[in-house]
Structure formats: structure tokens, C-alpha cells
Nanobody, 126 residues
Framework: QVQLVQSGGGSVQSGGTLRLSCVAS????????MGWFRQLPGKESEGIAA???????FYAESVEGRFDISRDIAENTLYLQMHDLKPEDTAMYFC????????????????????WGQGTQVTVYS
């Protein structure tokens, strides 16, 4: 059974930086597409970043140029580096794994996700 364990996140002032990590078990980071979602209270989660098997990255417009998705295959870990954080980035963030090598350009859609991380809160205050 695929397990994804997240770490990182927390509270940061507007303009600050945070990094989220997602360590996978029973799953090989780099074999399939993975991504990050975020969810605001009372709203559906939205895909914000994805990386496919070839290492191509895709971002939602809301985070393009500020967030970077990456992976360390040796550490079996997915990362989300977040720069220039804004109060509207405040949300619960989830990593996600698929069994698809390639995806349509753009952030992951929920229907492709085979496993989720437990979520981590990111709060950005002005």
C-alpha cells in the first residue's frame, strides 16, 4: 500500500519561503507522475503543481513563478518549494501520487490520484 508522509509547512510572514516534503513508501518517486494540491476551508482541493516521469513540471497560474516542484529519487521524496508566499496561499497542502507516467500538461486532476499525503497546514500572515 502506497504511503506518503508529509513534513514542513507552518506559519510565515507574507513574502516568506517554506518547503514541503513528501516521503513515499511502497512507491517509487520518479516512476510516475506526482503532484501537490491545496484546499481552503469549505472548498474543493485544487491541483497546483505536478511533475511527470520525465521530470517535466506543470503549475497552476496562481503559483507559477513562485512555487517549484521537485523530487529526489535517491531519497524517494517529493518537494514543494514555495517563495514569495501570500496570505491567499494559506491552505492545507497535500502531496499526491499516481500510477501514470505522463499526464496532460497542467496540475494533476483528482481522478488520477492513487494515494494522498496526510496534509500539512500553511499559514501566511500579512
Amino acid at each position: 500500500q502506497v504511503q506518503l508522509v508529509q513534513s514542513g509547512g507552518g506559519s510565515v510572514q507574507s513574502g516568506g519561503t517554506l518547503r514541503l516534503s513528501c516521503v513515499a513508501s511502497h512507491y517509487r518517486v520518479g516512476d510516475s507522475a506526482m503532484g501537490w494540491f491545496r484546499q481552503l476551508p469549505g472548498k474543493e482541493s485544487e491541483g497546483i503543481a505536478a511533475i511527470d516521469r520525465a521530470g517535466k513540471t506543470f503549475y497552476a497560474e496562481s503559483v507559477e513563478g513562485r512555487f517549484d516542484i521537485s523530487r529526489d529519487i535517491a531519497e524517494n521524496t517529493l518537494y514543494l518549494q514555495m517563495h514569495d508566499l501570500k496570505p491567499e496561499d494559506t491552505a492545507m497542502y497535500f502531496c499526491a501520487a499516481t500510477f501514470f507516467a505522463h499526464i496532460r500538461p497542467g496540475p494533476l486532476s483528482r481522478d488520477l490520484v492513487a494515494a494522498w499525503g496526510q496534509g500539512t497546514q500553511v499559514t501566511v500572515y500579512s
